[in-house]
């Protein structure tokens, strides 16, 4: 009989390390086939404070590391990581560093569809890959649309101001529950694991949860 794992992630859409960290527990999760998981995806902002528009991405990253030879010594190290999960980041093509906040709305909507995992990969690879602004609502009902979320059922939830307050408050609770980086996953509502995991360590912490219901 196999044993449900449940995986609460808090993440942000444009962090890359939540990008590598998916990829590295997606590589960890495929080593469990028997096994089943439920992952939920959280939203945490890294700048929640952020104009809606977003700004311009050597300002925010100079503001941000003090320069832009620290912010490129970082970000090389970033590629270097992405490369080993081929993910091949296109830093030089993101121009603004958006509002992540409607992205989040995105997932939150994806949630009740249960396609949240492929959605985020989708809005990652936008951003990430290909230099999109995923704080522009256009940028985000292409990608509504290629998961066969209705044109207008993505505007309707965009406009209505309602569940704009849950979502806000989940990242609230985070922050109280003393979550202030992301990726941060939370195994079965009681490990709380920091940071882009390496796969080794992933496959550690499941193997050593289903041995005890096995």
């Given at each position: 009989?196999?044993e449900m794992?449940?995986?609460?992630?808090?993440?942000?859409?444009?962090?890359?390390?939540?990008?590598?960290?998916?990829?590295?527990?997606?590589?960890?999760?495929?080593?469990?086939?028997?096994?089943?998981?439920?992952?939920?995806?959280?939203?945490?902002?890294?700048?929640?404070?952020?104009?809606?528009?977003?700004?311009?991405?050597?300002?925010?990253?100079?503001?941000?590391?003090?320069?832009?030879?620290?912010?490129?010594?970082?970000?090389?190290?970033?590629?270097?990581e992405g490369?080993?999960?081929?993910?091949?980041?296109?830093?030089?093509?993101?121009?603004?560093?958006?509002?992540?906040?409607?992205?989040?709305?995105?997932?939150?909507?994806?949630?009740?569809?249960?396609?949240?995992?492929?959605?985020?990969?989708?809005?990652?690879?936008?951003?990430?890959?290909?230099?999109?602004?995923?704080?522009?609502?256009?940028?985000?009902?292409?990608?509504?649309?290629?998961?066969?979320?209705?044109?207008?059922?993505?505007?309707?939830?965009?406009?209505?101001?309602?569940?704009?307050?849950?979502?806000?408050?989940?990242?609230?609770?985070?922050?109280?529950?003393?979550?202030?980086?992301?990726?941060?996953f939370i195994?079965?509502?009681?490990?709380?694991?920091?940071?882009?995991?390496?796969?080794?360590?992933?496959?550690?912490?499941?193997?050593?949860?289903?041995?005890?219901?096995?």
């Open positions: 009989m196999s794992i449940k995986l609460d992630i808090f993440s942000d859409t444009i962090c890359p390390w939540c990008y590598i960290g998916k990829k590295r527990l997606d590589r960890a999760i495929k080593k469990f086939n028997t096994e089943e998981f439920m992952i939920t995806w959280r939203p945490f902002q890294l700048n929640p404070n952020m104009q809606a528009d977003g700004m311009d991405r050597t300002e925010y990253l100079v503001s941000k590391f003090g320069s832009e030879d620290a912010a490129k010594t970082i970000y090389d190290n970033i590629f270097e490369e080993k999960e081929e993910i091949h980041f296109q830093f030089d093509d993101i121009k603004i560093t958006p509002n992540s906040f409607n992205s989040h709305r995105l997932l939150a909507l994806a949630y009740q569809k249960k396609i949240q995992d492929r959605m985020i990969e989708d809005i990652f690879q936008s951003y990430f890959i290909r230099g999109e602004d995923i704080g522009d609502p256009t940028v985000l009902l292409d990608i509504a649309i290629k998961h066969n979320i209705d044109e207008d059922e993505f505007k309707n939830y965009l406009m209505n101001k309602e569940n704009i307050e849950p979502l806000a408050n989940e990242e609230i609770q985070a922050r109280k529950m003393g979550i202030n980086s992301v990726p941060t195994v079965n509502q009681q490990i709380v694991i920091n940071g882009a995991q390496s796969v080794d360590n992933f496959e550690l912490i499941f193997t050593k949860l289903l041995s005890k219901v096995h």
